[in-house]
């Protein structure tokens, strides 16, 4: 009778412990802990505010990371949109140095629609900041009209809101605080704004442009400080490229400018004859990029061939090279050559001399413009590009084509999709 109470004992102690290892076993190694998702907090500071007529005050945009681990931030967009009745943007937005520039709204397009458009991506993953803490994305300076009156608010368009960090993924936009501002209006009243008819703007350039504005010591809550930026070495003038006429002391500055497409080694099979491309040109010392849009022609030998035109004073400055598939390209150099498709990079120091009024024959076929910006663009390579090419594999109507066919060939192909995938390796515009 003892044996069995004995062996009955044995056997629960054993089925207990099976229970325990059990549990142990799934926990540790069927239900896996849920990863937990990096978040983003945005605020404008400050978060309250009043102008007096004419009165000019700093805005900054503050990012707040949450659960980022080892995380870094390689990408952002976002839209402000400010009360354009009450408030004018009065000077370049700041953004921070480890940050390429691909679009920031300069005053002109900004006080025409209301809005300040800006994306930024982080000019290498060694330089990108971290996901902890707080970071400053952006440092913005409004005017208050002459007789505002009133309130209004400063705010995030929710809908443009976008984050990606290192691991290629989105960061989940949480909290979203604007700035709510009021004004005195001159001769102590209010008086309801009267639209008026503004006149319609030129098409601003959608590159990204900035002069830093001297920076407030004042921090907002949780911000960290940011570095002052250090002095650029002053670039070396290039030697004139052949073709130039002689200086002038003013007028048109003209180009004639040759480049080559990657994946196009001819005349496109396609029948496409003209190409819109972008061209940006940069003063040194100044960081806005004044854009043009015209039509190159294909030539033989997959060579294409356009002309622009600047008003520009003489004065040392850097090319930008965009195209309407295509990663955007900066150069310094008349006639830039590179060892591989996509190697090429400004020697540090070098940019190309320009006189106003002369002519100007520049040769970039030395270089490889790379694909993979495909419309709409947005200055980066991504899985975005990637998927849209694999979801048109095979089409030949013209609205497929006019969007992801890079070598122009007549049909969206393995061949597309192969040259997109080797972008994935530079990734940014090089600004």
């Not at 849920?34 to 009165?55: C, D, G, H, M, V």
């Not at 480049?259 to 003063?283: A, D, M, T, Y």
């Not at 070098?350 to 970039?364: K, M, P, V």
Request: glycine share 10%; net charge positive; hydrophobic share 35%.
């Amino acid at each position: 009778m003892m044996d069995k109470k004995i062996k009955l004992i044995m056997l629960l102690l054993a089925s207990f412990a099976f229970l325990i290892f059990g549990a142990y076993f799934v926990s540790k190694n069927i239900i896996k802990p849920r990863a937990t998702q990096p978040k983003i907090n945005l605020a404008i500071y400050p978060s309250n505010t009043t102008f007096s007529p004419e009165e000019e005050k700093e805005f900054q945009v503050v990012a707040t990371f949450l659960d980022g681990g080892n995380l870094k931030l390689t990408y952002a967009k976002f839209v402000i949109q400010f009360p354009r009745n009450r408030l004018e943007l009065s000077d370049y937005v700041w953004t921070p140095d480890n940050f390429r520039q691909i679009r920031v709204d300069g005053m002109q397009a900004a006080n025409s629609s209301g809005r300040i458009i800006v994306r930024l991506g982080a000019i290498s993953l060694d330089q990108a900041p971290p996901l902890s803490g707080s970071l400053v994305l952006a440092r913005i300076k409004f005017r208050a009209k002459q007789r505002a009156g009133g309130e209004g608010e400063i705010r995030f368009v929710r809908s443009n809101l976008e984050f990606v960090h290192s691991g290629e993924q989105n960061i989940q936009v949480g909290s979203v605080q604007g700035s709510r501002v009021s004004f005195e209006s001159s001769g102590g009243q209010s008086p309801s704004p009267t639209p008026t008819n503004t006149p319609t703007p030129t098409p601003p350039p959608t590159g990204g442009q900035t002069r830093e504005p001297s920076p407030t010591p004042t921090q907002p809550p949780g911000s960290a400080p940011t570095s002052s930026p250090t002095t650029a070495p002053t670039p070396t003038p290039t030697q004139q490229p052949s073709g130039g006429g002689g200086a002038g002391t003013g007028g048109s500055t003209t180009f004639r400018i040759l480049v080559k497409f990657q994946g196009i080694s001819g005349l496109p099979k396609s029948g496409v004859r003209e190409l819109p491309v972008k061209i940006g040109l940069q003063r040194v010392g100044s960081r806005n990029i004044m854009y043009k849009t015209v039509n190159f022609r294909a030539k033989e030998g997959g060579v294409w061939e356009g002309q622009v035109a600047y008003n520009i004073p003489t004065n040392l400055y850097f090319i930008f090279i965009k195209g309407p598939k295509h990663i955007g390209k900066k150069i310094c150099e008349e006639r830039p050559r590179e060892g591989y498709p996509g190697a090429y990079r400004c020697p540090q120091a070098r940019a190309i001399r320009l006189e106003s009024g002369r002519g100007y024959n520049f040769d970039f076929t030395g270089i490889t413009l790379l694909v993979g910006d495909l419309p709409e663009q947005d200055g980066l390579v991504n899985a975005y590009d990637l998927s849209l090419v694999r979801n048109l594999l095979g089409k030949t109507d013209a609205d497929s084509l006019a969007k992801a066919d890079v070598n122009l060939d007549g049909v969206v192909d393995t061949q597309d999709f192969a040259l997109i995938q080797a972008a994935l390796s530079v990734r940014y515009d090089d600004y």
